[in-house]
């Protein structure tokens, strides 16, 4: 008998520091968080502003400029994510209502973007009523021998806690407005793959695509960034020039 209390006590007490240990990850946001806040809030609106739209001229320029290499050589685009952030916090709202007529979650704000090894972190933070929280989604993306890209989810976080991916997306089916025929993408099959096209056409004769992207750490000498490559193709002349004028450019009226 003393053995079993001695057995259900020790087991009390784990339980309840394990719940303890969990409350702490759920209420601790993860240092890219901390860091991308203070970035925004040592930078004024108008020195943000002009980063993501200087950070548009040049993604631009890059992609579009004449191709100088054999056709169908890679270049390579290197943007730290503060810029990307920058540009997240400034224009994503207003670019995703023109280009895809897209209305972000008013409930969903503070949208940026880090790296984890070789994965994108996409961070946001979700109020809805009592719950005040900041989301961590890890994706990894895999470029295919047949010119598409696979877009993985592979990881799941509320503040620091790591939660069970599959289980948390069956959750988010079940909330009006986030799955169904209308939505752009089915968010319970993101842990299943969503694979794509990462071609889009950036003027009447030419695509680009995207062939390849990794992550760098920030160094004493550069700060985090991903670095994407790609290279153009010629695009078929049954191609819709609208939709080229609308896809080539990040720039939002």
């Not at 056709?71 to 503060?82: A, K, V």
């Not at 021998?145 to 089916?173: E, F, M, Y």
């Not at 550069?222 to 819709?240: D, G």
Request: with cysteine.
């Amino acid at each position: 008998m003393r053995i079993t209390s001695i057995f259900i006590l020790c087991s009390i007490a784990l339980l309840t520091i394990a719940g303890l240990w969990a409350y702490w990850q759920y209420k601790t946001v993860p240092k890219y968080w901390v860091d991308n806040q203070q970035y925004l809030s040592d930078t004024d609106n108008q020195t943000l502003y002009r980063i993501a739209s200087d950070l548009e001229k040049h993604l631009n320029s890059k992609i579009t400029e004449p191709q100088t290499q054999p056709d169908q050589s890679s270049r390579r685009l290197r943007i730290p994510t503060s810029l990307i952030n920058a540009w997240l916090n400034q224009r994503l709202t207003l670019w995703a209502a023109d280009f895809y007529g897209i209305e972000l979650p008013e409930n969903i704000s503070d949208v940026m973007l880090s790296t984890e090894a070789d994965n994108l972190v996409l961070a946001f933070e979700i109020n809805d009523g009592n719950i005040n929280q900041v989301i961590s989604t890890i994706f990894n993306i895999t470029f295919n021998n047949s010119d598409t890209a696979t877009l993985k989810l592979v990881g799941l976080r509320a503040g620091s806690l790591s939660l069970p991916v599959s289980a948390s997306l069956s959750q988010l089916g079940e909330i009006d407005n986030l799955t169904g025929p209308d939505t752009p993408v089915e968010i319970t099959q993101l842990d299943k793959g969503l694979t794509f096209n990462p071609t889009f056409p950036i003027d009447k004769s030419r695509n680009a695509q995207i062939i390849g992207l990794k992550t760098e750490p920030a160094t004493p000498d550069h700060p985090e960034a991903i670095v994407i490559q790609f290279k153009h193709t010629p695009r078929p002349s049954n191609s819709s020039s609208r939709h080229a004028s609308s896809a080539s450019t990040l720039s939002a009226s």
